[in-house]
């Protein structure tokens, strides 16, 4: 890696089925071992566990020590507050969501970072106003950051901003997952048209269902997958005029926020995958290089690093075992992707 170049990573450490002093351990030596030296790591689903003064124990808690006290150049923040705020709610419809609630999104940085708001009234002429895409119920999976780069000569830029996304999962949350998708999609869509920000956007999207190198298939296509029941209502309907109006379904609208994201002949929000731009990449399908292999199930890429259009991509790869000897499966049920960024002239 050139010393103008980011090495960032995505990986969902498997929080929320709690996680033993064995299997933490055998992630903190996993990064020891692997991502020494990584510049941007984005880390979902993370088990936290709250203590006095603001301290944080659990999966936290171990990686927070391990990157403040072993690896003293990195900064770091993190949704956990947000999480644990959410988790003793009494407001509907916050009293009726336990377990996502149980874990949070931690990045790490080489350089000083700091958590941006996320607010509905978004002032000021650097980001966009008027921006209301934002409809999730679970807004400690979407931790969007800005990495002070001032300090950095090689890089052009004074910021980069970071997008940790860990999408809530649609077999149980149903629309819940679609609305994270849109908010995401809507969101960086007008930031990347208004402003000239650098974005690096990674984490678990539970999408797509299937892709290869020519095609993007979301969730829903062919036999319905949790969108066919009834109590998703009637669809919705848009068009010219009254008169003229086409029917536009919960499938629909499902699929539609998925290929936003992942398939480029149909989003225009000019991010783009960087396992499929990278100069040096397998560029197979999901089913063979994948990040996630469902017990029972088909195996799926779901796990990505996409990148605004200020970047070059030298490397991609998911550290599965398949085509590199690393297989972050020994310690989660995710592998972790790593790309390798530069800035373009």
């Known amino acids: ?63 927070l020590n391990y990157f403040e006290r072993d690896e003293q150049d990195y900064y770091h923040v993190h949704t956990a507050d947000w999480a644990h705020e959410l988790s003793e709610s009494e407001v509907q419809p916050q009293q009726a969501i336990n377990a ?62 970071t997008w940790n996304v860990g ?68 669809p919705y309907y848009f068009g010219e005029s009254v008169e003229e109006t086409d029917e536009f379904t919960f499938t629909d609208r499902w699929q539609r926020a998925e290929s936003n994201v992942f398939d480029p002949r149909i989003g225009q929000w000019d991010m783009r995958d960087a396992y499929w731009i990278a100069e040096d990449s397998q560029k197979k399908a999901s089913s063979e290089d994948h990040t996630h292999d469902i017990p029972g199930g088909a195996r799926k890429r779901l796990d990505h690093i996409l990148v605004s259009d200020h970047f070059d991509v030298n490397q991609c790869e998911v550290w599965n075992g398949q085509e590199t000897a690393i297989n972050g499966f020994d310690v989660s049920d995710h592998a972790p992707v790593v790309a390798e960024l530069n800035y373009t002239e």
Request: proline residues 5%.
């Open 1 to 63: 890696m050139t010393s103008d170049s980011i090495e960032a990573v995505t990986w969902n450490v498997q929080g929320e089925i709690g996680i033993s002093d064995d299997r933490m351990q055998a992630q903190l030596d996993f990064l020891r071992e692997h991502a020494s030296t990584t510049d941007i790591i984005m880390f979902q689903s993370v088990n936290y566990e709250p203590q006095n003064d603001d301290e944080w124990g659990g999966q936290l808690g171990s990686l």
């Open 100 to 161: 996502p609630h149980n874990r949070c999104n931690l990045t790490v940085s080489r350089w000083p970072i700091e958590r941006t708001p996320l607010s509905l009234r978004s002032e000021g002429n650097w980001y966009p106003r008027k921006l209301t895409y934002y409809t999730t119920h679970f807004p400690e999976n979407l931790l969007v950051s800005e990495i002070d780069l001032n300090d950095i000569d090689s890089f052009s830029s004074d910021s980069l901003d």
């Open 167 to 234: 999408v809530i999962n649609g077999a149980n949350w149903h629309e819940e997952k679609i609305k994270m998708l849109e908010t995401i999609y809507g969101r960086l869509y007008l930031q990347n048209k208004r402003t000239d920000q650098e974005v690096v956007l990674g984490g678990d999207f539970n999408a797509p269902k299937q892709e290869d190198r020519d095609t993007v298939t979301p969730h829903g296509s062919g036999t319905p997958e949790y969108t066919h029941y009834p109590f998703y209502g009637e």
